[in-house]
């Protein structure tokens, strides 16, 4: 009897054994989850700061590429109308290719609409400055780009601002 019983005393002692080794081994791995957990958040959290700074930088560029805005930062100092017209659309196009590395960060769609903005611009500007004869004034340019502008739904920038809007608040929802 004595043997039996300590027989069954040795076995539950390998049985606490090994129950103490199985917990020590889940907790290590739930120790490795809950780091892994934790990493893949503070990405996600890293990501979506990303995505939301380059949201912020499109939107300025939407807000800085709207023709009132163009014509209020320009200096229209004894410049010719085509003068006016080259240093608009290069502004544009170098603000553009400065916020082109955000488009990794934005779904196409996103940065489809921004590029459009771009090309409306530059189409508007250059079809405006069209008619107006060679000797014309940038201020001549300005007052038809302010006409223009003021026009309800003339511009792009209002749509591609609101989606901008849209795209931030799904991310901090």
């Not at 340019?141 to 609101?162: F, G, M």
């Amino acid at each position: 009897m004595y043997l039996l019983q300590s027989f069954f005393d040795s076995y539950n002692l390998i049985g606490f054994v090994i129950m103490i080794f199985i917990q020590i081994l889940l907790f290590i791995e739930i120790r490795k989850l809950k780091e892994k957990i934790s990493e893949k958040m503070e990405l996600n959290d890293e990501g979506t700061r990303l995505k939301l700074q380059a949201l912020e930088r499109l939107t300025l560029f939407a807000e800085r590429a709207s023709l009132q805005n163009l014509v209020n930062r320009s200096s229209i100092n004894n410049m010719s109308a085509s003068a006016l017209q080259q240093s608009l659309v290069e502004t544009i196009k170098s603000e553009h290719e400065y916020n082109a590395s955000q488009q990794i960060y934005v779904n196409p769609e996103i940065w489809n609409a921004v590029t459009r903005l771009k090309d409306q611009n530059i189409y508007i500007i250059n079809q405006l400055s069209a008619p107006l004869p060679p000797n014309a004034t940038a201020l001549d340019l300005c007052k038809r780009l302010v006409e223009y502008s003021i026009q309800e739904n003339a511009q792009l920038t209002n749509i591609v601002i609101d989606a901008l809007r849209f795209e931030a608040n799904k991310l901090t929802d």
